[in-house]
Protein backbone atom coordinates (compact mmCIF):
# COMPACT_ATOMS: atom_id res chain seq x y z
CA UNK A 1 0.00 0.00 0.00
CA UNK A 2 2.92 2.41 1.13
CA UNK A 3 4.68 1.78 -2.40
CA UNK A 4 1.15 2.40 -4.38
CA UNK A 5 0.39 5.21 -2.95
CA UNK A 6 4.37 6.96 -3.46
CA UNK A 7 3.74 6.05 -6.84
CA UNK A 8 0.23 7.49 -7.66
CA UNK A 9 1.67 10.50 -6.23
CA UNK A 10 4.74 10.86 -8.45
CA UNK A 11 2.50 9.93 -11.74
CA UNK A 12 0.49 12.20 -11.00
CA UNK A 13 3.03 15.04 -11.44
CA UNK A 14 4.04 13.67 -14.80
CA UNK A 15 0.83 12.67 -16.14
CA UNK A 16 -0.02 15.56 -18.28
CA UNK A 17 3.22 14.96 -20.29
CA UNK A 18 3.31 11.91 -21.89
CA UNK A 19 6.84 11.49 -23.01
CA UNK A 20 7.95 8.25 -23.79
CA UNK A 21 10.09 6.79 -21.46
CA UNK A 22 11.37 3.72 -23.61
CA UNK A 23 10.96 0.86 -25.80
CA UNK A 24 10.15 -2.51 -24.40
CA UNK A 25 11.71 -5.30 -26.45
CA UNK A 26 10.92 -8.81 -25.50
CA UNK A 27 9.62 -11.93 -26.86
CA UNK A 28 6.63 -12.66 -24.19
CA UNK A 29 6.16 -9.84 -22.16
CA UNK A 30 3.12 -8.12 -20.86
CA UNK A 31 2.65 -4.42 -21.16
CA UNK A 32 0.08 -2.26 -19.55
CA UNK A 33 -0.90 1.27 -20.11
CA UNK A 34 -0.32 3.87 -22.84
CA UNK A 35 1.83 1.95 -25.42
CA UNK A 36 2.65 3.27 -28.84
CA UNK A 37 3.19 -0.18 -31.24
CA UNK A 38 6.80 0.03 -33.84
CA UNK A 39 8.79 -2.19 -35.71
CA UNK A 40 11.19 -3.53 -32.93
CA UNK A 41 8.79 -3.43 -29.62
CA UNK A 42 6.63 -1.40 -27.85
CA UNK A 43 6.96 2.41 -26.69
CA UNK A 44 5.64 3.15 -23.57
CA UNK A 45 4.48 6.34 -21.74
CA UNK A 46 4.64 7.34 -18.07
CA UNK A 47 2.24 5.36 -15.91
CA UNK A 48 3.05 2.21 -17.59
CA UNK A 49 3.53 -1.42 -16.52
CA UNK A 50 5.89 -3.73 -17.58
CA UNK A 51 5.67 -7.72 -16.50
CA UNK A 52 8.65 -10.49 -18.09
CA UNK A 53 7.61 -13.85 -19.49
CA UNK A 54 10.05 -16.56 -19.24
CA UNK A 55 12.58 -14.67 -21.08
CA UNK A 56 14.03 -11.24 -19.72
CA UNK A 57 12.66 -8.14 -20.74
CA UNK A 58 14.37 -4.99 -21.75
CA UNK A 59 13.56 -1.22 -21.71
CA UNK A 60 15.90 0.47 -24.00
CA UNK A 61 15.25 4.49 -22.41
CA UNK A 62 14.66 7.24 -24.68
CA UNK A 63 17.31 9.34 -22.68
CA UNK A 64 19.67 6.38 -22.85
CA UNK A 65 20.50 3.03 -21.14
CA UNK A 66 18.51 0.05 -20.37
CA UNK A 67 16.27 -1.78 -17.40
CA UNK A 68 16.28 -5.07 -18.20
CA UNK A 69 13.22 -6.89 -16.32
CA UNK A 70 14.05 -10.17 -15.49
CA UNK A 71 11.79 -13.04 -15.86
CA UNK A 72 8.69 -13.40 -13.91
CA UNK A 73 9.30 -9.93 -12.71
CA UNK A 74 7.26 -6.79 -12.67
CA UNK A 75 7.77 -2.59 -12.51
CA UNK A 76 5.80 0.30 -12.91
CA UNK A 77 8.09 2.70 -15.17
CA UNK A 78 6.64 7.11 -14.45
CA UNK A 79 8.79 9.84 -15.33
CA UNK A 80 9.17 13.21 -14.43
CA UNK A 81 8.00 15.85 -17.02
CA UNK A 82 11.38 16.58 -18.18
CA UNK A 83 11.66 12.78 -19.16
CA UNK A 84 15.39 12.88 -17.11
CA UNK A 85 14.23 11.72 -13.74
CA UNK A 86 12.55 8.11 -13.47
CA UNK A 87 10.60 6.35 -10.29
CA UNK A 88 10.72 2.78 -10.67
CA UNK A 89 8.31 0.14 -8.46
CA UNK A 90 9.76 -3.10 -8.39
CA UNK A 91 6.51 -5.52 -7.81
CA UNK A 92 8.15 -8.61 -7.58
CA UNK A 93 11.33 -10.42 -8.93
CA UNK A 94 14.18 -8.48 -10.02
CA UNK A 95 16.01 -6.08 -12.16
CA UNK A 96 18.78 -4.67 -13.51
CA UNK A 97 19.71 -0.99 -14.12
CA UNK A 98 22.45 -0.43 -17.22
CA UNK A 99 22.62 3.23 -17.73
CA UNK A 100 24.18 6.48 -16.90
CA UNK A 101 22.79 9.71 -15.12
CA UNK A 102 24.49 13.38 -15.27
CA UNK A 103 22.87 15.73 -13.26
CA UNK A 104 19.81 14.17 -12.22
CA UNK A 105 18.65 11.05 -9.83
CA UNK A 106 16.17 8.39 -10.37
CA UNK A 107 14.40 6.62 -7.35
CA UNK A 108 13.69 2.30 -7.32
CA UNK A 109 10.86 1.71 -4.30
CA UNK A 110 10.09 -1.66 -2.90
CA UNK A 111 7.49 -2.34 -0.21
CA UNK A 112 10.61 -1.57 2.15
CA UNK A 113 12.97 0.31 1.01
CA UNK A 114 13.57 3.43 -1.48
CA UNK A 115 16.80 3.47 -3.65
CA UNK A 116 18.33 6.45 -4.64
CA UNK A 117 20.35 6.32 -7.75
CA UNK A 118 21.99 10.14 -7.73
CA UNK A 119 23.94 11.10 -10.38
CA UNK A 120 26.39 11.93 -12.18
CA UNK A 121 28.08 8.42 -12.70
CA UNK A 122 27.00 4.85 -14.36
CA UNK A 123 24.94 3.00 -12.39
CA UNK A 124 25.15 -1.00 -13.21
CA UNK A 125 23.20 -2.82 -10.07
CA UNK A 126 20.85 -5.94 -9.78
CA UNK A 127 17.90 -5.26 -7.46
CA UNK A 128 16.07 -8.17 -6.23
CA UNK A 129 13.17 -9.36 -3.70
CA UNK A 130 12.74 -12.83 -1.95
CA UNK A 131 9.26 -14.31 -1.40
CA UNK A 132 10.07 -13.50 2.21
CA UNK A 133 10.52 -9.64 1.54
CA UNK A 134 14.55 -9.60 2.16
CA UNK A 135 16.17 -7.65 -0.64
CA UNK A 136 19.46 -8.22 -2.59
CA UNK A 137 21.56 -5.16 -4.53
CA UNK A 138 24.57 -6.33 -6.41
CA UNK A 139 27.06 -4.04 -7.49
CA UNK A 140 27.61 -5.36 -11.01
CA UNK A 141 30.27 -5.24 -13.83
CA UNK A 142 31.17 -1.18 -14.98
CA UNK A 143 29.63 0.18 -12.02
CA UNK A 144 31.03 2.78 -11.04
CA UNK A 145 28.69 4.75 -8.54
CA UNK A 146 26.99 4.14 -5.22
CA UNK A 147 23.18 3.28 -4.29
CA UNK A 148 21.79 4.80 -1.37
CA UNK A 149 18.67 2.83 0.62
CA UNK A 150 16.26 4.12 2.74
CA UNK A 151 13.96 2.59 5.42
CA UNK A 152 10.38 3.35 4.03
CA UNK A 153 8.90 3.18 7.87
CA UNK A 154 12.64 4.37 9.53
CA UNK A 155 15.59 6.81 9.19
CA UNK A 156 17.73 3.70 8.78
CA UNK A 157 20.24 4.78 5.47
CA UNK A 158 22.95 2.19 4.06
CA UNK A 159 25.59 3.20 1.00
CA UNK A 160 25.81 0.22 -1.22
CA UNK A 161 29.20 1.13 -2.92
CA UNK A 162 30.89 -0.07 -5.99
CA UNK A 163 32.06 -4.15 -6.20
CA UNK A 164 29.41 -4.63 -3.03
CA UNK A 165 26.84 -6.78 -2.45
CA UNK A 166 24.22 -6.42 0.35
CA UNK A 167 21.18 -8.43 1.64
CA UNK A 168 18.73 -6.84 3.75
CA UNK A 169 16.61 -8.39 6.31
CA UNK A 170 13.04 -7.55 8.14
CA UNK A 171 12.76 -4.31 5.77
CA UNK A 172 15.52 -2.70 8.05
CA UNK A 173 19.17 -1.87 7.07
CA UNK A 174 20.95 -2.92 10.82
CA UNK A 175 19.99 -6.31 9.70
CA UNK A 176 22.07 -6.35 6.35
CA UNK A 177 24.71 -8.93 5.37
CA UNK A 178 27.65 -7.94 3.40
CA UNK A 179 28.29 -10.19 0.18
CA UNK A 180 26.22 -13.15 0.57
CA UNK A 181 27.74 -14.66 -2.19
CA UNK A 182 23.93 -14.79 -4.46
CA UNK A 183 23.44 -13.33 -7.34
CA UNK A 184 20.90 -10.29 -7.32
CA UNK A 185 20.13 -9.61 -10.70
CA UNK A 186 18.98 -11.52 -13.58
CA UNK A 187 19.50 -15.66 -14.01
CA UNK A 188 21.36 -16.52 -17.11
CA UNK A 189 19.22 -16.77 -20.08
CA UNK A 190 18.49 -20.10 -22.16
CA UNK A 191 20.08 -20.16 -25.64
CA UNK A 192 16.88 -19.04 -27.98
CA UNK A 193 15.79 -22.37 -30.33
CA UNK A 194 17.00 -22.54 -33.85
CA UNK A 195 14.92 -21.63 -36.78
CA UNK A 196 13.04 -24.46 -37.48
CA UNK A 197 13.49 -26.42 -41.47
CA UNK A 198 10.65 -28.36 -43.05
CA UNK A 199 11.40 -31.58 -45.09
CA UNK A 200 11.77 -28.93 -47.92
CA UNK A 201 14.55 -26.74 -45.78
CA UNK A 202 14.35 -23.23 -44.80
CA UNK A 203 11.72 -20.73 -45.91
CA UNK A 204 14.46 -18.69 -48.31
CA UNK A 205 15.07 -22.27 -50.02
CA UNK A 206 10.71 -22.98 -50.42
CA UNK A 207 11.01 -19.61 -52.07
CA UNK A 208 13.81 -20.31 -54.89
CA UNK A 209 12.59 -23.72 -55.59
CA UNK A 210 9.00 -22.73 -55.94
CA UNK A 211 10.31 -19.73 -58.32
CA UNK A 212 12.32 -22.35 -60.07
CA UNK A 213 9.23 -25.07 -60.59
CA UNK A 214 6.82 -22.29 -61.84
CA UNK A 215 9.74 -20.97 -64.02
CA UNK A 216 9.67 -24.55 -65.66
CA UNK A 217 6.04 -25.27 -65.53
CA UNK A 218 6.26 -28.05 -62.90
CA UNK A 219 4.27 -28.41 -59.94
CA UNK A 220 5.09 -26.49 -57.00
CA UNK A 221 6.22 -28.26 -53.53
CA UNK A 222 4.27 -27.51 -51.10
CA UNK A 223 5.86 -27.31 -47.70
CA UNK A 224 5.26 -29.35 -44.35
CA UNK A 225 5.98 -27.78 -41.22
CA UNK A 226 5.93 -30.18 -37.98
CA UNK A 227 4.48 -28.38 -35.60
CA UNK A 228 5.12 -29.44 -31.90
CA UNK A 229 2.17 -30.31 -29.62
CA UNK A 230 1.51 -27.87 -27.10
CA UNK A 231 2.85 -27.79 -23.64
CA UNK A 232 0.07 -28.25 -20.83
CA UNK A 233 -0.63 -24.57 -19.30
CA UNK A 234 1.78 -23.76 -15.95
CA UNK A 235 0.03 -21.40 -13.52
CA UNK A 236 1.29 -17.77 -13.90
CA UNK A 237 2.34 -18.30 -17.06
CA UNK A 238 2.53 -15.33 -18.74
CA UNK A 239 2.47 -14.83 -22.74
CA UNK A 240 3.44 -11.84 -25.09
CA UNK A 241 0.19 -9.31 -24.70
CA UNK A 242 -1.02 -5.66 -24.55
CA UNK A 243 -3.65 -4.11 -22.76
CA UNK A 244 -3.53 -0.45 -23.46
CA UNK A 245 -4.52 1.90 -26.02
CA UNK A 246 -2.71 1.26 -29.39
CA UNK A 247 -1.24 3.06 -31.65
CA UNK A 248 -0.33 1.92 -35.16
CA UNK A 249 2.11 4.10 -37.74
CA UNK A 250 1.30 2.28 -41.11
CA UNK A 251 4.85 4.08 -42.76
CA UNK A 252 6.44 1.65 -39.84
CA UNK A 253 5.16 -1.52 -42.14
CA UNK A 254 8.45 -2.89 -43.83
CA UNK A 255 7.72 -3.46 -48.07
CA UNK A 256 6.58 -7.48 -48.52
CA UNK A 257 9.68 -8.51 -51.09
CA UNK A 258 8.35 -9.83 -53.94
CA UNK A 259 9.96 -13.79 -52.92
CA UNK A 260 7.63 -14.18 -50.03
CA UNK A 261 4.65 -14.06 -52.54
CA UNK A 262 5.81 -17.17 -54.67
CA UNK A 263 4.46 -19.67 -52.63
CA UNK A 264 0.78 -18.21 -53.36
CA UNK A 265 1.28 -19.22 -56.77
CA UNK A 266 0.78 -23.18 -55.65
CA UNK A 267 -1.25 -25.35 -57.39
CA UNK A 268 -5.11 -26.11 -55.61
CA UNK A 269 -6.25 -29.67 -55.56
CA UNK A 270 -8.32 -30.87 -57.98
CA UNK A 271 -12.25 -30.68 -58.09
CA UNK A 272 -14.49 -33.94 -56.73
CA UNK A 273 -15.93 -34.93 -59.90
CA UNK A 274 -19.49 -34.21 -58.31
CA UNK A 275 -18.51 -30.52 -57.73
CA UNK A 276 -17.28 -30.56 -61.54
CA UNK A 277 -20.82 -31.92 -62.48
CA UNK A 278 -22.81 -29.71 -60.68
CA UNK A 279 -20.75 -26.84 -62.59
CA UNK A 280 -20.67 -28.32 -65.75
CA UNK A 281 -22.35 -26.73 -69.23
CA UNK A 282 -25.25 -29.03 -70.02
CA UNK A 283 -26.54 -28.81 -73.59
CA UNK A 284 -30.46 -27.93 -74.44
CA UNK A 285 -32.85 -30.56 -74.97
CA UNK A 286 -33.93 -31.60 -77.92
CA UNK A 287 -37.18 -30.19 -79.61
CA UNK A 288 -39.72 -32.64 -80.12
CA UNK A 289 -40.93 -33.31 -84.29
CA UNK A 290 -43.79 -31.28 -84.03
CA UNK A 291 -41.77 -28.26 -82.59
CA UNK A 292 -39.51 -28.82 -84.83
CA UNK A 293 -42.27 -28.53 -87.46
CA UNK A 294 -43.85 -25.61 -86.51
CA UNK A 295 -40.51 -23.50 -86.15
CA UNK A 296 -40.19 -24.37 -89.42
CA UNK A 297 -43.71 -22.87 -90.83
CA UNK A 298 -42.93 -20.05 -88.74
CA UNK A 299 -39.72 -19.14 -90.46
CA UNK A 300 -41.37 -20.03 -94.05
CA UNK A 301 -44.78 -17.62 -93.42
CA UNK A 302 -42.54 -15.10 -91.35
CA UNK A 303 -40.34 -15.08 -94.69
CA UNK A 304 -43.68 -15.00 -97.05
CA UNK A 305 -45.10 -11.89 -94.52
CA UNK A 306 -42.24 -9.82 -95.23
CA UNK A 307 -41.90 -9.98 -98.95
Known amino acids: MRILLAFLAFASVSASAQVPIGEVRSSDASVRGAVVLSNNGASIMSGSQITAGERNASLKLARGGDINVCSGSSINVTSSNSGHEHLIALNNGALETHYTIASSADTIMTPDFRLLLAGPGAFHFGVSMSQRGDMCVQSLAGNTSSIIVNEQLGDGTHQVRPGES ?142
Not at 239 to 254: H, L
Request: hydrophobic share 40%; proline share 16%; charged share 15%.
Open 166 to 307: VMFHNGRVADATINPGVNCGCPAQPPPKPAVATRFGFPEQQSRAAAQAIASGETVPVPVIPLPANPPSQPGQVYMQVDAPVVFRGEDAPALAPSSLLLARAQLPAWPPEAAQAFAVKPPPKKKWYQRFGSALATVFGTSSKN
